[in-house]
């Protein structure tokens, strides 16, 4: 129960923050990844204000045994760069830069009744589905 | 640099910054959005409860915002939809295949100091640019 509440709430942030930086606009993104013209560079700000926040706290957070509701960390311990990392950021980086939309603000987006958010959500699904039977069998 | 707006984008950023760590800190999970996405309609039905309630809260959380500033973001309906279902595809498909996107990524595993997590970063923003400088300016496409 607390841990769905603390859910609900980690998500309501998160997606005032999307709205706030406007990185739920896909114009905006387009325009940060667009270097070579009117280049727009406030989307690098975003990974800053969050790195600034998530920076410090993961430092106290990860030092502890357990978190506060539930009993064990869920964190990677994966270390090893291999050819589906980098092949998988390279296709979404791709997909990215055709559409502006990354998963946080394709989903986002539903809430300002955005009809090729609803769209792009619909086709992220058709990619996840398509890399579990293509490529985990 | 033109709309270049860096204070509401740090605040929005801390914003982000605040519930990844409220995540981590209670629940003990990284908000990598993708994989929460996948995770709604794969993990066990215990799991997907929460992860279903954060979507609905990035939902939330982004009317919200609408609704105090009344309407402040415009929606955009004028794009190539062709686009939309194609790209849309390669971010469903490639953020599965990499472990994660921008949040899980380029938030939560930078944070965590992870060099899977730095390489993947930088990967995606490459090829993001690279896309659009060829999509803009060589094709012409949008």
């Not at chain 2, 996948?38 to 939902?59: D, Q, T, Y």
């Not at chain 2, 930088?122 to 094709?139: E, N």
Request: aromatic residues 12%.
């Amino acid at each position: 129960m607390k841990t769905n509440l603390v859910a609900l709430l980690a998500g309501i942030i998160f997606g005032l923050g999307l709205a706030l930086s406007q990185m739920i606009d896909p114009n905006k993104v387009l325009n940060f990844l667009d270097v070579s013209g009117n280049w727009d560079p406030s989307l690098a700000f975003v990974m800053m204000g969050a790195l600034a926040v998530t920076m410090v706290t993961f430092r106290f957070i990860l030092k502890r045994a357990t978190p506060v509701f539930e009993p064990d960390f869920h964190v990677s311990k994966q270390t090893i760069i291999n050819k589906p990392l980098i092949i998988g950021a390279a296709v979404f980086g791709i997909g990215w830069g055709m559409t502006g939309y990354c998963p946080g603000p394709a989903f986002a987006s539903l809430g300002l009744f955005s009809m090729e958010g609803a769209l792009m959500v619909v086709a992220i699904y058709a990619g996840f589905f398509a890399e579990r039977y293509l490529v985990r069998k | 640099m033109e709309n270049f707006t860096p204070i509401s984008a740090l605040l929005g950023g801390a914003l982000i910054g605040v519930s990844v760590s409220l995540l981590l800190l209670l629940n003990g999970r990284m908000a990598g959005i993708s994989g929460i996405m996948n995770g709604v309609f794969s993990a066990p039905k215990k799991e997907e409860i929460w992860r279903a309630l954060f979507l609905i809260g990035l939902i939330i959380g982004a009317a919200l915002f609408q609704f105090l500033t009344q309407g402040s973001l415009s929606v955009r309906e004028d794009y190539p939809l062709w686009l939309i279902i194609v790209g849309g595809f390669l971010v469903g498909f490639g953020t599965r295949l990499g472990s994660g996107c921008t949040s899980g990524h380029g938030i939560c595993g930078i944070a965590n100091f992870s060099v899977r997590s730095i390489s993947a970063t930088l990967t995606f923003m490459a090829s993001g640019m690279l896309t659009v400088f060829v999509l803009k300016y060589l094709i012409g496409a949008v």
